[in-house]
């Protein structure tokens, strides 16, 4: 399979082409297009992860389904035979884009960490954040933190203090976006604890439609959360962390880090997603 790297419909206009998903405005509401585009550290590498974006879109779907008693999302439609008949000709869409609505996006990324992972992990080494008892990598914390990082435009997204969330936005919606955040990764912990997997860390994104809160964006997804699945006592990535840590490794090999993937990671990277939905869907 050669994989979908970008669309190109003419018919509709393009309004983002996102690292990963491109997105289209349809009658007021937006198509969003998961390509096979795969990004890490802020840029879009060269070779596409075929059938990638069909993944995050079922897994993406199955979560919107699963938290929709906790807060309203943006979701119309996933379904293509439910699409306008404009779109219907472009069957590229089946099985890898959602119809949804548009809103104004607050520029954060709701971050929440349920286990000693990543670069908290990283800041716990050095001693930059202590716990009430010694903790391990990968252990769970006492209890989740809530770690947001502004949504910038162009380069890194920047950690922010809930402090100054606070005064950007009114303590009361800080407040209401924190408590949200943690509903909802506690619910995708929860459901994926039963079927064996951890979700270590995971960030989500919310919009306003006129005056209201939604949920927007991909939800739970390998791509915006750090997924662990327990084989013999250790944990096995179910995630993008393969290609970060690949990434990583030639870095320090070769001082510069490549702009393609080789195909024994392009295949680790999709037995992992599809593993995960297997496990997470059945
Ligand atoms: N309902 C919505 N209304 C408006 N924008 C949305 C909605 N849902 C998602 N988005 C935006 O669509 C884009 C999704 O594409 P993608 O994730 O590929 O972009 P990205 O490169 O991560 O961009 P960004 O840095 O803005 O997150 C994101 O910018 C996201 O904020
Ligand atoms: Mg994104």
């Known amino acids: 399979m050669e994989g979908l790297y970008k669309t190109d419909i003419k018919e509709f206009k393009l309004l983002k082409r996102g690292k990963v998903r491109d997105i289209y405005e349809i009658d007021g509401n937006l198509l969003i297009i998961a390509t096979d585009r795969i990004s890490a550290f802020d840029r879009v590498l060269k070779t596409p992860i075929p059938g990638k974006g069909k993944i995050l879109t079922k897994i993406s779907l199955f979560w919107f389904k699963h938290t929709s008693d906790i807060i309203e999302n943006h979701l119309i439609t996933g379904n293509f035979e439910e699409f306008p008949d404009k779109l219907k000709k472009y069957d590229v869409l089946r099985d890898r884009s959602i119809l949804v609505r548009k809103a104004e996006v607050l520029p954060y990324e709701f971050i929440v960490r349920g286990y000693l992972a990543g670069s908290l992990y990283e800041k716990y080494k050095k001693g930059e954040i202590t716990f009430k008892r010694h903790l391990s990598e990968f252990d769970r914390l006492p209890e989740p933190l809530f770690t947001p990082t502004t949504k910038s435009e162009v380069g890194h997204d920047m950690p922010i203090s809930f402090e100054n969330m606070k ?44 005056d209201k809160i ?29 290609l970060r840590d690949y990434l990583k490794e030639e870095e320090a090999k070769r001082g510069t880090m490549p702009d393609t993937i080789p195909q024994d990671i392009v295949d680790k990277l999709l037995n992992a997603y599809k593993k995960l939905q297997e496990i997470l869907l059945k």
């Not at 939604?214 to 393969?242: A, C, F, H, M």
């Open 214 to 242: 939604i949920l927007i964006d991909e939800v739970l997804t390998p791509d915006s959360s750090r997924y662990r699945v327990w084989e013999n006592g250790k944990p096995v990535k179910l995630d993008k962390q393969i």
């Open 167 to 210: 005064e950007e936005l009114s303590e009361d919606l800080a407040l209401y976006l924190r408590d949200l955040s943690f509903k909802l990764y506690k619910r995708g912990e929860e459901i994926a604890y039963k079927k064996g997997i951890t979700i270590l860390d995971t960030k989500f994104e919310f919009g306003k439609i006129k």
